[in-house]
């Protein structure tokens, strides 16, 4: 078992000292995120080590991406060696992981979440020489360690949730999406005073949490942190990922709207961790730029994300096989199911016609 001194386990300041020695090693300044990388992986019988391999990570690839480690005879001059502002923001996004997660130390699999959401290029391009998806991985790690963001990845059935569109008063309306299936809840009011948002916001948190659902707020990352949310969706104008991340913390969900590719390569470099594509059809609740099947087929076939993509905009019973022939497998739909007669039953049957996770 590691020992455990203040905040860090043995083996996470065993990491860290490791990535000291190889910045001094290759005669740099300050330790860097890609460095504090090499220093996790080089860490033996460590809990993110078992994390990757039960993924069917090969350790031995990723460590190859970086020189061998310093041995422990080696003299190698550590002091003086500092910390670059990235660095600095893995370490407080790993203490925050762990104080989010319930634990009382800090482990090698927060500083490998931190590392994932805050290591920034030079983390992502590793990992992607290794042919893995960061952004992916992250939500894998997260599912591992029993957080609610992690439950993403398997999430087909995202619905936007709003008052006025509503064939029911809004909490009928969320019990309703809930016994229907539902996977994701956005709550989505932009004409709602805070002071009622926040109250509502608070009232559905407790419902989609006890009944396992995700729970997201639409562009408010102030409310979304209030209300305890699993996280915020982002317009284009809103919040940068990058932002919202430091407010919500690396455990929660950010995710970006996209319209058309230039919007998508764009949100992608921000690393969030789904993106809705669309509008795929023109839609009655939102005015948005319509790019099509074209657009949903072109970023799916030819971008490529490292996350998940929920087609939005215009989906109903009766188009949706076009999206999925498109290439998707998970949708985002608002009106089509809670502006029907009985949303529980419409809810039903968008899930009983998607694929089941790990299709």
Same mark, same amino acid.
């Given at each position: 078992?590691?020992?455990? #001194?203040?905040?860090?386990?043995?083996?996470?300041?065993?990491?860290?000292?490791?990535?000291? %020695?190889?910045?001094?090693?290759?005669?740099?300044?300050?330790?860097?995120?890609?460095?504090?990388?090499?220093?996790?992986?080089?860490?033996?019988?460590?809990?993110?080590?078992?994390?990757?391999?039960?993924?069917?990570?090969?350790?031995?690839?990723? =460590?190859?991406?970086?020189?061998?480690?310093?041995?422990?005879? =080696?003299?190698?001059?550590?002091?003086?060696?500092?910390?670059?502002?990235?660095?600095?923001?893995?370490?407080?996004?790993?203490?925050? *992981?762990?104080?989010?997660?319930?634990?009382?130390?800090?482990?090698?699999?927060?500083?490998? &979440?931190? $590392?994932? =959401? *805050?290591?920034?290029?030079?983390?992502?391009? @590793?990992?992607?020489? @290794?042919?893995?998806?960061?952004?992916?991985?992250?939500?894998?790690?997260?599912?591992?360690?029993?957080?609610?963001?992690?439950?993403?990845?398997?999430?087909?059935?995202?619905?936007?949730?709003?008052?006025?569109?509503?064939?029911?008063?809004?909490?009928?309306?969320? #019990? *309703?999406?809930?016994?229907?299936?539902?996977?994701?809840?956005?709550?989505?009011?932009?004409? $709602?005073?805070?002071?009622?948002?926040?109250?509502? /916001?608070?009232?559905?948190?407790?419902?989609?949490?006890?009944?396992?659902?995700?729970?997201?707020?639409?562009?408010?990352?102030?409310?979304?942190?209030? /209300?305890?949310?699993?996280? &915020?969706?982002?317009?284009?104008?809103?919040?940068?990922?990058?932002?919202?991340?430091?407010?919500?913390?690396?455990?929660?969900?950010?995710?970006?709207?996209?319209?058309? =590719?230039? #919007?998508?390569?764009? @949100?992608?470099?921000?690393?969030?961790?789904?993106?809705?594509?669309?509008?795929?059809? +023109?839609?009655?609740?939102?005015?948005?730029?319509?790019?099509?099947?074209?657009?949903?087929?072109?970023?799916?076939?030819?971008?490529? !994300?490292?996350? !998940?993509?929920? !087609?939005?905009?215009?989906?109903? $019973?009766?188009?949706?096989? #076009? &999206?999925?022939?498109?290439?998707?497998?998970? &949708? /985002?739909?608002?009106?089509?199911?809670?502006? *029907? +007669?009985?949303?529980?039953?419409?809810?039903?049957?968008?899930?009983? %016609?998607?694929?089941?996770?790990?299709?």
């Amino acid at each position: 078992m590691a020992r455990q #001194e203040g905040p860090y386990t043995d083996r996470v300041r065993k990491a860290l000292g490791l990535a000291a %020695r190889y910045t001094a090693t290759a005669k740099k300044e300050e330790v860097t995120p890609a460095l504090m990388l090499a220093g996790l992986l080089a860490v033996e019988h460590s809990v993110a080590r078992s994390m990757l391999r039960k993924l069917g990570i090969d350790i031995g690839t990723l =460590e190859g991406l970086f020189p061998p480690a310093p041995r422990p005879a =080696e003299p190698v001059r550590v002091n003086g060696i500092g910390y670059s502002g990235g660095a600095r923001l893995v370490v407080e996004s790993a203490l925050r *992981a762990a104080r989010e997660l319930g634990a009382r130390h800090v482990g090698t699999e927060h500083l490998l &979440v931190a $590392l994932l =959401e *805050a290591g920034g290029t030079e983390v992502s391009q @590793a990992l992607s020489q @290794a042919g893995l998806k960061p952004t992916r991985l992250r939500l894998q790690i997260l599912r591992q360690m029993g957080a609610a963001a992690g439950r993403l990845e398997e999430a087909r059935l995202y619905v936007l949730l709003t008052a006025s569109v509503a064939s029911a008063p809004l909490f009928q309306a969320a #019990e *309703a999406l809930i016994a229907g299936g539902a996977d994701v809840i956005q709550y989505r009011e932009k004409e $709602l005073p805070d002071g009622p948002f926040l109250a509502n /916001a608070l009232t559905l948190r407790e419902m989609t949490r006890k009944a396992g659902v995700l729970f997201l707020i639409n562009d408010r990352a102030d409310v979304a942190l209030l /209300a305890g949310a699993d996280g &915020v969706h982002l317009g284009q104008v809103d919040l940068p990922v990058g932002g919202a991340r430091r407010l919500l913390g690396p455990t929660r969900i950010v995710g970006a709207s996209t319209h058309n =590719e230039r #919007e998508a390569r764009l @949100a992608l470099l921000q690393r969030p961790d789904y993106i809705a594509a669309g509008s795929i059809f +023109p839609s009655a609740t939102k005015e948005a730029e319509v790019g099509g099947l074209a657009y949903l087929s072109l970023l799916l076939g030819k971008v490529k !994300p490292d996350c !998940p993509v929920y !087609p939005i905009g215009g989906i109903t $019973l009766e188009n949706l096989r #076009e &999206v999925l022939a498109a290439g998707a497998d998970r &949708v /985002a739909v608002s009106s089509a199911i809670i502006g *029907a +007669p009985d949303i529980r039953a419409a809810c039903a049957e968008f899930k009983s %016609r998607l694929p089941a996770s790990g299709k």
